[in-house]
């Protein structure tokens, strides 16, 4: 039973534009989120996190959003470069945010198109 | 500061066989933790290891073992291997336990003949 979901498997995005990549999660003890980025035969590299207290994190082109009452998260990417083009996965964690226990999602592959 | 190194990187075994992979994390990381990534299910969480304590076990057979030394390299062990272990393992190290930023090793490709 998957308690960290990415329905998208692939989102194809022109250069420029905003990508949305989204999550949804079932585990109300999840405290802490947070979304990798991964290119082919390289380890995931950690983007952006947010905690349950908050509902938006910003970093440069990356803004993450949390609805916690719809188990929701989404990250935005604007403007969205051909360099994105990459595997993001989503995570996340419970009780105080220990990284080592991450549950992560299957994974969203964003192609940007110049 | 050199990142987390994982050896080898590509391995070849055969159904039955058992296999050791190695992780050395980034130098003054003190956490360890190890993930299964395959097409299917993506990462899953295997274990982590703290102070040469296993902290955390994930959802996995008793045939995935680690163990992490006194400089914190790690080593994780895969017995009596199935064809279902074919997998990149991922290695993954941090500062201390808590909220700290993960950083992953480039993996270790098994495949299971």
């Known amino acids: 039973d998957q308690q960290v979901k990415q329905n998208s498997p692939s989102l194809s995005v022109q250069e420029g534009r905003i990508s949305i990549l989204n999550c949804d999660y079932t585990n109300s003890m999840f405290d802490y989120f947070l979304w990798y980025k991964k290119y082919p035969a390289e380890g995931p590299t950690f983007l952006i996190s947010?905690?349950?207290?908050?509902d938006k994190n910003e970093d440069g082109r990356f803004t993450v959003f949390l609805n916690k009452s719809a188990k929701h998260l989404s990250l935005h990417i604007v403007p969205s470069q051909p360099g994105d083009s990459a595997v993001y996965f989503c995570?996340?964690?419970?009780?105080?945010?220990?990284?080592?226990?991450?549950?992560f999602g299957k994974g969203t592959k964003l192609s940007v198109k110049p | 500061k050199a990142g987390v190194t994982q050896t080898p990187r590509y391995l070849i075994k055969t159904r039955g066989q058992q296999v050791t992979l190695s992780c050395s994390p980034i130098s003054g990381h003190r956490s360890v933790s190890w993930y299964q990534q395959t097409p299917g299910q993506g990462l899953q969480f295997l274990f982590e290891y703290f102070s040469e304590t296993q902290r955390n076990k994930g959802n996995f057979p008793g045939r995935f073992s680690g163990r992490q030394f006194s400089n914190s390299r790690s080593e994780m062990n895969v017995s009596t291997l199935e064809l279902g272990d074919s997998a990149l393992y991922l290695c993954?190290?941090?500062?201390?336990?808590?909220?700290?930023?993960?950083?992953f090793g480039s993996g270790t490709q098994l495949s299971v003949l």
């Open positions: 995570a996340a964690s419970e009780n105080g945010g220990s990284q080592g226990n991450l549950i």
């Open positions: 993954a190290s941090s500062l201390d336990r808590g909220n700290e930023k993960l950083f």
């Open positions: 947010i905690s349950s207290i908050k």
